[in-house]
């Protein structure tokens, strides 16, 4: 099992809709967590960090965390052809080792 | 410049020679990564350091060697290197509990 599992996609939305990515990690001592966008041939950016349970909003962005589940996401809303990357999910294990998930790639159509 | 810088940018290299991939941070973070990204499998995490002389081994070591003799550079050296060390390399590093800042990355093929 690997640590930090994603869904490789493609997801496609439609340029306004609301894109979902979703996270699974198995560190039950994991910490803290994080979102990255990459566009092609660049390197990663961050996008948002979550450390506690709930909800975390940023913008058209909010990040949801459930460490009883071990499942982070990220809702995208009014996603925009610029949103088109892929999005890859971190997270920081206990000790401060930072692990990837294999990314989603996101497509939104005009 | 402050931030992190990896050199070369490009690099074409022989099976069987040696390369070193460089790597120099201005913020004095104590966290230091390598990861490669390869198509399908994301960024895999090949070794990181804690601290000066502190490293560990991650997903993917085997072939590769690291030294951190100083905070802020963190070389990763490919022995050997073999056609499927062909990859993207991103050095990265971070505080304590914050997020990880990326270098350029490094594009390395193995002929």
């Known amino acids: 099992q690997k640590e930090v599992e994603q869904n490789s996609g493609p997801l496609s939305v439609p340029e306004g809709a609301i894109a979902s990515l979703n996270c699974t990690y198995s560190?039950?001592?994991?910490?803290?967590f994080f979102w990255y966008r990459q566009y092609s041939g660049k390197s990663p950016e961050l996008i948002m960090f979550?450390?506690?349970?709930g909800d975390k909003e940023d913008g058209r962005f909010t990040a949801q965390l459930n460490k009883a589940s071990q499942y982070v996401s990220l809702l995208i809303r009014d996603s925009q052809p610029s949103d088109s990357a892929t999005y890859l999910c971190?997270?920081?294990?206990?000790?401060?080792?930072?692990?990837f998930g294999t990314g989603t790639r996101l497509l939104v159509s005009p | 410049d402050a931030g992190i810088t990896q050199s070369p940018r490009y690099k074409i290299t022989e099976t069987g020679r040696q390369v070193t991939l460089m790597c120099h941070q201005t913020?004095?973070?104590?966290?230091m990564f390598w990861y490669r990204q390869d198509l399908g499998h994301g960024l895999r995490l090949i070794y990181y350091?804690?601290?000066?002389?502190?490293?560990d081994k991650g997903e993917v070591p085997d072939g590769y060697v690291v030294s951190r003799s100083k905070t802020e550079n963190f070389p990763l050296t490919l022995e050997s290197a073999t056609r499927s060390q062909t990859s993207v390399y991103f050095c990265?590093?971070?505080?304590?509990?914050?997020?990880?800042?990326f270098g350029q990355g490094t594009r390395l093929t193995v002929v």
């Open positions: 979550i450390y506690s349970n």
């Open positions: 560190d039950r001592g994991s910490q803290s």
């Open positions: 913020w004095s973070h104590s966290y």
């Open positions: 990265a590093s971070k505080p304590v509990n914050t997020e990880a800042f």
């Open positions: 971190a997270v920081n294990t206990g000790f401060q080792k930072l692990v």
């Open positions: 350091s804690a601290a000066a002389d502190i490293t």
